[in-house]
């Protein structure tokens, strides 16, 4: 490890309320891959700006996050132009939030942000299983002659994990390859979530469990803000009823990403994520 992450480490570890901390956030506002419209590395920017609009109470949990101990380190600050150093600083971040007993709650930037961070989670968590919640399957091995990429994330995930480790939900865009190693993987439910991570909840049970969700998943329509809209998917109200649902199982690990506040009208999408967040935060209170 480089001396510079290393101290950055030991920088993060002294902070006030890091030490208390059951759950810790950070920002990953990487965007660097992207192939249609930037803008993601104003995302973690944007959840907490209309997180301000939120109760600390959730009615549907009947939970308040002050009774959550959490932190938000900020952004991991990442060199311009050299995407592999970005990434090794995050999955440094990752690892001493992981080494320290706590679940690291990121919010990206766009989905590339997730391989580093799954790396480090299950460098700590043997058995980790990983629930991917997007509009797109991101299982190119390759993508525009770049591996590493947004859309490869998963295939890499898969490679280092083991596919059968890796549990798909509302997929609407994947080509034919992709399509082949999706149908390989522990789970595959296109389209809709719920009732596929229904039938789905019995296998992740007494397994760590790392949840990434690209808000794409959900319906452009009600979240716009995002780098690569597909047409259809889920409902606000069903992506919530998942979280609630993810909330009984032993979640070790959390990324919310791909939130575009450069097209997002009236920052819905941000509000969604930041819902999302609060709801996914509560989640870890009762374990
Ligand atoms: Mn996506």
């Known amino acids: 490890m480089p001396d510079y992450v290393a101290k950055e480490q030991d920088f993060i570890a002294a902070r006030p309320g890091y030490h208390e901390a059951r759950a810790v956030i950070f920002g990953a506002p990487l965007d660097a891959t992207v192939c249609f419209r930037p803008g993601t590395r104003g995302g973690p920017?944007?959840?907490?700006?209309?997180?301000?609009?939120?109760?600390?109470?959730?009615?549907?949990?009947?939970?308040?996050?002050?009774?959550?101990?959490?932190?938000?380190?900020?952004?991991?600050?990442?060199?311009?132009?050299d995407i592999q150093a970005g990434l090794s600083?995050?999955?440094?971040?990752?690892?001493?939030?992981?080494?320290?007993g706590k679940v690291p709650f990121v919010l990206g930037g766009e989905?590339?942000?997730?391989?580093?961070?799954?790396?480090?989670?299950?460098?700590?968590?043997?058995?980790?299983?990983?629930?991917?919640?997007?509009?797109?399957?991101?299982?190119?091995a390759e993508y525009l002659g770049l591996a590493l990429s947004h859309a490869t994330v998963m295939h890499h995930v898969g490679e280092f994990l083991g596919r059968a480790n890796l549990f798909h939900f509302g997929i609407r865009s994947a080509d034919?390859?992709?399509?082949?190693?999706?149908?390989?993987?522990?789970?595959?439910?296109?389209?809709?979530?719920?009732?596929?991570?229904?039938e789905t909840v019995p296998a992740?049970?007494?397994?760590?469990?790392?949840?990434?969700?690209?808000?794409?998943?959900?319906?452009?329509?009600?979240?716009?803000?995002?780098?690569?809209?597909?047409p259809a998917g889920v409902t606000p109200q069903e992506i919530l009823d998942v979280v609630r649902l993810l909330n009984d199982l032993r979640v070790v690990g959390w990324d919310v990403v791909e939130v575009n506040p450069a097209c997002d009208p009236a920052g819905i999408t941000a509000l969604l994520a930041a819902k999302i967040v609060r709801e996914a935060l509560l989640g870890l209170v009762q374990k």
């Open 176 to 198: 034919g390859a992709e399509l082949v190693a999706a149908r390989e993987s522990g789970a595959f439910h296109p389209h809709r979530v719920l009732p596929g991570l229904v």
């Open 204 to 230: 992740l049970r007494n397994r760590p469990v790392y949840v990434s969700l690209d808000i794409d998943v959900v319906d452009p329509a009600f979240a716009p803000g995002v780098g690569t809209p597909e």
């Open 111 to 140: 989905h590339l942000v997730t391989w580093p961070v799954i790396r480090a989670v299950a460098a700590r968590y043997p058995g980790l299983a990983v629930v991917h919640l997007d509009a797109h399957a991101d299982l190119r």
């Open 89 to 100: 600083r995050i999955e440094a971040v990752a690892e001493r939030i992981c080494r320290d």
């Open 45 to 81: 920017a944007a959840v907490r700006a209309m997180s301000y609009c939120l109760e600390e109470f959730s009615l549907d949990l009947e939970r308040d996050l002050r009774s959550l101990a959490f932190h938000d380190l900020g952004n991991v600050l990442l060199p311009p132009g």
